[in-house]
Nanobody
Framework: QVQLVESGGGLVQAGGSLRLSCAASGLTFGNYCMGWFRQAPGKEREFVAVIRQSGQTDYADSAKGRFTISRDNAKNTVYLEMNSLKAEDTAVYYC???????????????WGQGTQVTVST
């Protein structure tokens, strides 16, 4: 049974930083593309960042220069380092795993339960 468990969310002031973690189990982690998505109230879930099996990364325009995705295959964990946080970054953040991965939700077979990030002004 595949499980993805996010942690590290919370309340932070604008301009602050948070580091999200996603621990995976029940899968051969290194074989999967890992992504981070977010969903704000009343909005659709949107792509934030992806790290492929090769280590190649892509970011949403809103995340470029502020967020960094990384993975530790020995720990079966993917991270999202978020700096210079803005109020518009407030959302539930989800990690996801998929063979295809990429920028679209459809590329991911497994999802975590999400972790809330709230940025106050």
């Amino acid at each position: 049974q595949v499980q993805l468990v996010e942690s590290g969310g919370g309340l932070v002031q604008a301009g602050g930083s948070l580091r999200l973690s996603c621990a995976a189990s029940g899968l051969t982690f290194g074989n999967y593309c890992m992504g981070w998505f977010r969903q704000a109230p009343g909005k659709e879930r949107e792509f934030v960042a992806v790290i492929r099996q090769s280590g190649q990364t892509d970011y949403a325009d809103s995340a470029k220069g502020r967020f960094t995705i990384s993975r530790d295959n020995a720990k079966n964990t993917v991270y999202l380092e978020m700096n210079s946080l803005k109020a518009e970054d407030t959302a539930v953040y989800y990690c996801a795993a998929g063979w295809i991965g990429g920028l679209r939700l459809a590329g991911y077979a497994y999802w975590g339960q999400g972790t809330q990030v709230t940025v106050s002004t």
